[in-house]
């Protein structure tokens, strides 16, 4: 494997027990993240390619040639085990051979991979696994154990390149709790990286005498402002003291920002770009007297791919392929996520059946999970399951009462829709700002659209006339019983939203999620799983049952006659 040629030319290059020789040296910190399983570059259903870790390895490569490769250092900040089939296929398939991601980052030759709140999502079998079998620290110094307070994965590594100390310290997302089951995380806590980023910084330094620092977070860039904890990247980048980089993700939003002291390097997702960092050192009579910084994005062309790796691992590719196409069951009718939007649609109202199913569900929340997802009508194969469901959701039936159900859909159509008189006016929460990764405008929800829950098992509408809070309007349940605010439900949810995700439990009702466990009637697998077993059952997915309103109920926006051309004119900017 090449990591471990790479190793031996950075051992070569230094002796461990001598500091560096007078000179100059420069390192180019190389930082992927967000890589959610983009291993290979070829796709499993068509004969197209997308950027993926193979490409990776060639630009590394290529960087490494021309520099040499005891000055590269390989950095990937998380979010790399779920994703993509073949994520999911090594993750609960395949649990024999060594993960593929385990081979791959130690054949591009990574020195360190941080833990992302997606590798959590996988489960302790398959990050434990991979803390076991993975020859590449994976860290987190601030995912701590309950029992002891220790960390749970690695804090850092130190990496001497010609008697210099390069220090990567990473950490995980620490607002994990706000996401995902506790069922995921059992044994660990996890902590905000301000301030105790800083404190990790000034021990580890000091006991490393490092003389470069890297910072590698899965969280994202945020605004500076402190107001968000999952993303306080530059709330480190305008506060950390003795860091050189930090680099993170998480947003998939790529941004440089630099200064002469600090760089922040957030290379965006899927392998499209690759973090460019460099440090400069000059070194006199033994101690390094000058540092300079820089960072940059460069591209990744997806044509440029290591043959060498695609023939290695061209084994798994076909395992995974073949997986991936398995026959599942007949789609009776074309699936858009996009038209959850605008009402009922059959996307969403397959969810609330799946939920629905679940004994002893009798409401169930429920979002489009991608902006514009589409399945096509016909013969279904193990990969639309990945479109229809692409996330490894658990489904949670939680009891609430009648009031916090109304005020979690007031909350969460707050998101989604604007008061308006006129059908000359926006319904829909849109702008049409320049988008971050391109820089052009185009139109796009304010909010994220995974958090547009509506509900199942009810029939109400929603007057889009009315101020927020007062706009729900809920008839009865789906059955034709009566809904009452002071009655208890068991409401049917991913893991997701009852760990928080979205706040519309928290801020919508008032929901304490760090207890939800108290309000727990029934744990279910992951959503995809149910989709899965549904199939194995019917054969098919027919609109015809997955619409029946006497299980799912019904609703719309009111009045019609201006909210359908509002919405109309809406989604036609949203989707030209």
């Not at 390192?27 to 796709?43: A, E, M």
């Not at 079998?125 to 701590?144: Q, S």
């Not at 002893?360 to 469901?389: C, H, K, M, R």
Request: proline share 4%.
């Amino acid at each position: 494997m090449k990591r471990y040629l790479y190793a031996v030319i950075a051992a070569v290059a230094v002796c461990a027990c001598c500091g560096p020789e007078d000179g100059e040296y420069t390192f180019r910190i190389l930082t992927t993240n967000d890589v959610h399983g983009h291993y290979f570059d070829s796709l499993y259903v068509t004969d197209g390619t997308n950027n993926a870790l193979t490409n990776i390895s060639w630009y590394a490569d290529s960087i490494r040639r021309a520099d040499g490769a005891e000055n590269v250092i390989l950095l990937d900040a998380g979010d790399c085990l779920q994703g993509d089939n073949a994520a999911y296929y090594f993750n609960y398939i395949d649990t024999t051979s060594r993960h593929i991601f385990a081979r791959m980052v130690e054949y591009i030759g990574y020195d360190a991979v941080v833990v992302g709140n997606h590798d959590i999502e996988t489960g302790h079998k398959v990050y434990d696994r991979m803390v076991r079998t993975m020859d590449v620290p994976f860290l987190a110094a601030n995912a701590l154990r309950t029992d002891d307070g220790r960390p749970y994965f690695q804090e850092y590594v130190t990496l001497k390149r010609h008697g210099i100390n390069i220090t990567v310290i990473g950490f995980t997302n620490p607002n994990i709790k706000g996401w995902l089951s506790p069922l995921l995380w059992e044994g660990m806590t996890f902590e905000s990286l301000v301030p105790m980023a800083q404190d990790v910084v000034d021990r580890v330094k000091a006991e490393e005498k490092s003389d470069v620092v890297i910072v590698a977070i899965h969280a994202g860039t945020g605004d500076g402002d402190g107001s968000s904890i999952e993303s306080q990247g530059l709330d480190l980048f305008k506060s950390l003291r003795g860091v050189d980089f930090v680099v993170c993700a998480h947003d998939h939003r790529p941004v440089v920002h630099k200064t002469d002291s600090i760089c922040l390097i957030n290379a965006g997702s899927h392998c499209r770009n690759l973090g460019f960092g460099t440090v400069t050192l000059k070194v006199e009579d033994g101690e390094i007297v000058s540092k300079t910084l820089d960072a940059d994005l460069l591209p990744v062309d997806k044509k440029n791919v290591d043959s060498r790796m695609q023939e290695l691992f061209h084994p798994d590719f076909e395992a995974v392929k073949a997986f991936t196409l398995k026959e599942v069951g007949e789609l009776k009718t074309d699936l858009r996520t996009r038209d959850a939007y605008s009402g009922m649609s059959d996307y969403v109202n397959l969810i609330h059946t799946l939920s629905l199913g679940c004994t002893p569900a009798q409401i169930s929340f429920a979002a489009p999970l991608t902006f514009n997802g589409f399945i096509e009508a016909g013969t279904l194969v193990y990969n639309d399951l990945f479109t229809i469901y692409p996330f490894e959701n658990q489904l949670f039936v939680v009891k609430m009462a009648g009031k916090e159900i109304k005020d979690c859909l007031e909350y969460s159509y707050d998101r989604w829709i604007n008061t308006i008189s006129s059908p000359d006016e926006h319904l829909l929460k849109i702008t049409d700002a320049p988008d971050p990764r391109t820089g052009q405008k185009r139109w796009s929800f304010v909010n994220r659209s995974y958090n547009f829950d509506s509900a199942g098992g009810l029939v109400y509408d929603v007057d889009v006339t009315k101020p927020s809070g007062k706009r729900v309007i809920i008839r009865s349940l789906a059955d034709g019983s009566p809904f009452e605010e002071s009655a208890e439900y068991n409401v049917a949810m991913t893991s997701y939203r009852a760990s928080g995700g979205g706040d519309i439990l928290r801020e919508g009702a008032g929901i304490d999620t760090d207890r939800i466990a108290d309000r727990v009637v029934e744990y279910y697998p992951e959503i995809r799983d149910i989709l899965y077993d549904y199939l194995v059952r019917n054969g098919e997915i027919d609109p015809a049952k997955i619409g029946d309103r006497s299980v799912i109920g019904e609703w719309k926006f009111v009045p019609e006659s201006i909210a359908a051309k509002a919405m109309g004119r809406d989604m036609c900017l949203l989707f030209p």
